[in-house]
């Protein structure tokens, strides 16, 4: 039977989504810390006043979660305030010691992060933690080509943020960035045959009649039926629920052809963060809440509130999330076949913008064909760059 691809959303694009204890890398001076265990394992007490920075639509969900932790440990106060977890790097590093104690960030930003000494180190247990409970990581909506062939989908190769929907394609054809493991800052090798066919099928989308450049208004689009289809993830999962109703549809990220038979599309697969300031002075309060907003119990509220996929085993074992359309789909997306982790190095910073006027340009067709290698051969080069 023919699949109506009207009103559906494609989901699991980035993020199996989910708020874990950060696992950083870094020395601390505070003798509470140590090898054998970092402040939270301390038998000190917990005390102290501390600031916790999440982002705006977290806050809600957050608070019930912070009220119950500050009746288990009665001589702690925390303070909730908004934070942008995109710009955590940038906004911490202003002035370590008047920031946040824990704050949310992407992890795309560890390796810097604990590079410059800005986060505390964590404790052996708390590892082993984060590894024992959360995991590692229809026919027309199947290939890309029966996609837009059915109907219209929503994109943003012209804009920025192509870089995170879009650079995937390579690892997608078969290339990797930085190394098969994500630690090798010269592994990066897209400037090859492989990464040639992904510019052109990406020069090519321009004439697709069934690709509709849009990003702000994709979510518009698609209630107007002006498109049938967009890019995303599970953040968008409420917003198109209320847009759309019953009319939601979800799949997986379809297969690609870049030109030697189909390969499927993966997604940047990554996680939001709980991490702890090294400048903080309640370090045992502070790892306490940052352990305490990644439980279990905090996975699953965030689902329900924010349709955050949880990465908790058993949080994902729930009735409610193996029901859910949209954390099937991102569960789906987290394999090896359809995703890739994003790589943590400190140099991953210097990926992204060359990686947007890669396939903006490409795109809006201001790099002609017979300069794809020569392109692809500079952006190698930049990203393989150590940052200072």
């Known amino acids: 039977m023919k699949v109506d691809v009207k009103r559906l959303l494609i989901g699991g694009s980035i993020l199996s989504l989910s708020a874990i204890v950060l696992g950083a890398c870094g020395n601390s001076n505070d003798d509470a810390a140590s090898s054998n265990g970092s402040a939270a394992e301390s038998s000190a007490k917990v005390e102290g006043d501390i600031k916790l920075w999440v982002d705006t639509e977290h806050i809600d969900a957050l608070q019930g979660q912070v009220d119950k932790f500050e009746k288990e440990y009665p001589d702690v106060k925390v303070t909730v305030a908004v934070g942008s977890s995109a710009d955590a790097k940038a906004d911490v590093s202003k002035d370590p010691e008047q920031a946040a104690d824990v704050f949310m960030m992407p992890h795309d930003q560890v390796g810097q992060m604990a590079e410059a000494g800005l986060i505390y180190p964590i404790g052996d247990k708390q590892a082993a933690t984060i590894k024992d409970t959360n995991v590692e990581a229809a026919d027309d909506v199947k290939t890309w080509e029966g996609l837009t062939s059915a109907g219209k989908i929503g994109t943003n190769f012209a804009e ?17 960035l930085y190394g098969e493991d994500g630690e090798d800052i010269n592994g990066t090798n897209f400037n090859n045959e492989a990464g040639v066919e992904v510019l052109q099928w990406i020069a090519d989308q321009k004439n697709n009649s069934g690709v509709l450049q849009a990003s702000e208004s994709a979510l518009s689009d698609l209630q107007s039926g002006k498109s049938d289809a967009f890019l995303s993830g599970p953040w968008s999962k409420n917003d198109v629920e209320k847009a759309l109703g019953d009319n939601m549809g979800v799949a997986a990220y379809p297969t690609i052809d870049f030109g ?16 702890v300031n090294q400048q903080t002075e309640a370090p045992l309060a502070a790892m306490a ?15 329900t ?6 990465s908790n085993k058993d949080a994902q074992e729930s009735d409610a999330v193996k029901a859910d359309a949209v954390a ?25 913008p060359p990686m947007d006027a890669l396939i903006n340009d490409t795109y809006k067709g201001q790099i002609k064909p017979d300069q794809f290698q020569d392109k692809l051969d500079k952006f190698v080069s930049d990203i393989s760059k150590v940052t200072e």
């Open 260 to 275: 030697s038979g189909a390969k499927q599309m993966k997604a940047f697969l990554g996680v939001k963060l709980y991490a």
């Open 160 to 176: 920025d943020g192509a870089n995170y929907i879009f650079g995937p394609l390579f690892m997608s054809n078969g290339n990797v």
């Open 289 to 303: 809440l940052a352990e305490y907003l990644s439980n279990q119990e905090t996975q699953e509220i965030e689902f």
């Open 305 to 310: 509130e924010n349709g955050v996929v949880p």
């Open 328 to 352: 099937k789909a991102v569960m789906e997306m987290s394999d090896a076949e359809h995703s890739v982790v994003m790589p943590k190095l400190p140099e991953m910073v210097s990926f992204w």
